[in-house]
């Protein structure tokens, strides 16, 4: 402290000059940081700013949506809903498909009348037709109401909807077999016909079902028709083009030893047919077929065959040797891990078989079946074979197999009308599924009768193996049945079509859809086995609250 003090006594100009240089510092300073200062409250104006008029937008375009732009309805289906018609009957035929496009399936069904529903006013007249003739009706499925009428045929023979570019339309269509033979094609969306053909099938004729779809063979864009007519011990193929029905070669012929039916397999790019009456068992492949019906060969990718299969068919009688028993009563498609099997059903037992090398995967002893083999899930994701046998008079036994190894997951004894539905299945969220079965349950022990069976409705569903639910008793004939999703993954339902038949006498003639949820709640609890292990309620409860599933 004493130099510097005798340090500014010796100079001081030189302490002045230091304080003002140190002043000037300061002043710089002091204005750099207000510079920066009014610089940082600009920017967090500039920011605030910003953040709300992001906030505005975003109100702006909340309120667009909520309130100025409108959401797309919702069609509101009803749970039940009936279409009645007067002095009709009924064809037993029903298609499941969305023919107004609201993403709710509909329903298509064909019955005989003088007059359509007074919703359209459409009489056989119009197109031509006498008085009584066949009606497609479509009917929507939210609420019943008529989508379209349309006077077909005199008579239908064969109904098959869902067929993609028939008569060239972007929609899908249906074709009607009719008599007087006829191919006609309809409009799915509005049932307007595309073409009609007139055909000669010959005398006594019975149409193969289903109508098969076959690839474009006269390059005309749209794929075409292959339909199989069998009249005595010969069956005759016909092809007719999709886009306007015109046939397509001649007929070719087929020789077989009685009645037949016949499934299509699709075994890569191979095709085969498959013609079964109740002692033998004929192949052909599809290029078989086109080659005998236009007497040309043709090369395209899904005509090819398969060695494997062509070494077991006769070249002279088509035979194909699965197996030593006949008495073929179904053959049924089963998917495998990379294709289809065939189930085989005769009257003592039910056989599949692995398509690629034709060799026994399991047998199973089940006599007289009485139904198409129905496919559901009775574990999760593990495919199941549904079976009803015969086991005595107005008797069935109801049968749910596994269909990698044979082995009998679940059954049912019930008794049973002869002309009573068959099964049916629901896929549910739990990736198994719900099985509806007709019939008649009677307790263990109380087998006497003096009565034809009733006819019941009931629900299975693999978390309760020992109850069943009796959703409903029916007294009406039944001309057809089908349960499905009428949206996706919901609104599960069933639809009858009751009335008399083209046989019978006219009469009144009854559509209807019921959600299932509805029967489910005034159900009546079953208990297959003496220990109940929860209250019939919460039974009722928990199967109501299930949710179904769409699969692929």
């Not at 026994?360 to 007289?368: A, D, G, K």
Request: charged content about 25%; hydrophobic content about 40%; proline content about 5%.
């Amino acid at each position: 402290m004493d130099n510097k003090d005798s340090e500014a006594e010796i100079h001081p100009l030189k302490t002045e000059d230091v304080k003002v240089q140190e002043n000037h510092e300061n002043s710089v300073e002091r204005r750099i940081i207000s510079k920066q200062s009014s610089r940082l409250s600009r920017l967090s104006r500039w920011r605030t700013a910003a953040f709300f008029i992001s906030l505005f937008l975003c109100l702006i375009i909340v309120f667009a949506f909520s309130f100025i732009i409108p959401c797309p309805e919702r069609p509101v289906s009803e749970r039940t809903w009936f279409r009645n018609y007067d002095n009709a009957v009924a064809y037993p035929f029903l298609a499941i498909e969305d023919v107004n496009e609201d993403k709710v399936q509909d329903v298509l069904f064909a019955f005989k009348a003088s007059n359509g529903s007074g919703s359209f006013n459409r009489t056989c007249l119009d197109e031509g037709l006498p008085s009584p003739c066949a009606f497609v009706a479509a009917v929507s499925g939210t609420n019943g109401g008529a989508l379209w009428e349309r006077p077909a045929a005199e008579e239908v023979e064969w109904m098959e909807c869902g067929i993609k570019q028939l008569g060239g339309a972007e929609a899908p269509g249906c074709l009607l077999v009719g008599k007087p033979v006829s191919l006609t094609a309809v409009d799915l969306r509005t049932g307007e016909v595309h073409w009609r053909q007139p055909s000669d099938f010959g005398a006594n004729y019975t149409v193969l079902t289903p109508v098969s779809v076959i690839p474009d063979v006269d390059s005309d864009g749209v794929q075409d028709l292959m339909i199989f007519i069998a009249t005595g011990d010969k069956i005759k193929t016909f092809i007719h083009s999709g886009k306007n029905g015109n046939q397509i070669g001649s007929a070719g012929s087929l020789d077989v030893d009685g009645k037949a039916r016949y499934i299509r397999l699709n075994l890569g790019s191979s095709s085969y047919f498959l013609f079964y009456t109740e002692n033998s068992l004929y192949a052909y492949s599809l290029k078989d077929l086109y080659s005998a019906a236009t007497g040309m060969e043709i090369k395209l990718p899904s005509l090819e065959q398969d060695p494997q299969w062509e070494k077991n068919i006769d070249r002279i009688t088509h035979h194909l040797s699965l197996l030593s028993s006949g008495d073929i009563r179904y053959l049924a498609k089963i998917p495998g891990q990379s294709r289809e099997n065939i189930l085989v059903v005769n009257s003592e037992m039910a056989t599949l078989i692995n398509t690629q090398n034709l060799q026994t995967l399991w047998t199973l002893n089940v006599s007289r079946v009485v139904s198409e083999p129905l496919l559901g899930y009775y574990k999760p994701d593990v495919l199941g074979i549904v079976l009803e046998s015969e086991i005595g008079p107005d008797r069935k036994k109801v049968m749910i197999v596994e269909s990698g190894s044979g082995a009998v997951q679940w059954d049912l004894k019930l008794n049973s009308r002869a002309e009573s539905p068959g099964p049916a299945t629901l896929s549910t969220a739990d990736h198994r599924s719900a099985f509806l079965i007709w019939g008649e349950y009677q307790v263990a022990g109380n087998e006497t009768r003096s009565r034809a069976p009733l006819q019941k409705l009931y629900l299975f569903h693999p978390s309760y193996t020992n109850v069943l639910l009796e959703l409903r008793n029916s007294t009406d004939q039944i001309v057809a049945f089908d349960a499905t999703l009428f949206e996706r993954s919901r609104h599960a339902c069933y639809v009858l079509l009751r009335g008399p038949q083209p046989s019978e006498e006219p009469g009144p003639v009854s559509l209807m859809k019921r959600k299932l949820k509805e029967d489910v709640s005034e159900s009546r609890v079953i208990w297959l086995s003496q220990v109940a292990v929860d209250s019939e309620q919460y039974v009722r409860d928990r199967l109501y609250r299930m949710r179904f599933h769409s699969r692929a």
